[in-house]
T-cell receptor, first 113, second 115 residues
């Protein structure tokens, strides 16, 4: 069966510090991968998606970046965090070529102070 | 007009009652629709897809009205465990190559089932 892992579960970082969130998927090959952010009182916002190794598409301009160094690994990064980066970050996967059913990881709660 | 709009609630409903909520979408070309459920401080999970003819899964019924561009979710005989936020989700049209369409999520409707 497929599983998706995210870490860390919770993170408190000062403004201006770097960020690295990791997501890995097990039990499937060549998945579509997604990074979402859910800010307080707001809906899920798609940040990045990837259809393959090294292939990243950005949905919104921001100071975040994403990378996919391996087929089932997706990393969200920032060189300098802003207060507005606080939120619940969710990684998700779907079968390649489809988006209808997305399976989400447990998420990372990021608080930037 | 927002792409996907939902009444945020909360809907406070007694256990055993029937509750329904709607969601409207702005893109008439949208092809696929879903309801996801999100428990407090947890990740969203697919509840059910919404088919043109309407579909039922146990106590849950989903319906689509393309003419009016809304979808609905009906929960019968509500349980305490139904308390959650229900996210209306619409599949966007293909906007780039590579087979990666996108899902647009509503902000969710918060449902509280009271004993």
């Amino acid at each position: 069966s497929q599983t998706i892992h995210q870490w860390p579960a919770t993170l408190v970082q000062p403004v201006g510090s770097p960020l690295s969130l990791e997501c890995t998927v097990e039990g499937t090959s060549n998945p579509n991968l997604y990074w979402y952010r859910q800010a307080a009182g707001r809906g899920l916002q798609l940040l990045f998606y990837s259809v393959g190794i090294g292939q990243i598409s950005s949905e919104v301009p921001q100071n975040l970046s994403a990378s996919r160094p391996q087929d089932r690994q997706f990393i969200l990064s920032s060189k300098k965090l802003l207060l507005s980066d606080s939120g619940f970050y969710l990684c998700a996967w779907s079968v390649f070529g489809t988006v209808e059913t997305q399976y989400f990881g447990p998420g990372t709660r990021l608080l930037v102070l | 007009r927002k792409e996907v709009e939902q009444d945020p609630g909360p809907f406070n409903v007694p256990e055993g009652a029937t509750v329904a909520f709607n969601c409207t979408y702005s893109n008439s070309a949208s092809q696929s629709f879903f309801w996801y459920r999100q428990d407090c401080r947890k990740e969203p999970k697919l509840l059910m897809s919404v088919y043109s003819s309407g579909n039922e899964d146990g106590r849950f019924t989903a319906q689509l009205n393309r003419a009016s561009q809304y979808i609905s979710l009906l929960i019968r005989d509500s349980k305490l465990s139904d308390s959650a936020t229900y996210l209306c989700v619409v599949k966007r049209s293909m906007y780039s190559g590579g087979g990666a369409d996108g899902l647009t999520f509503g902000k969710g409707t918060h449902l509280i089932i009271q004993p």
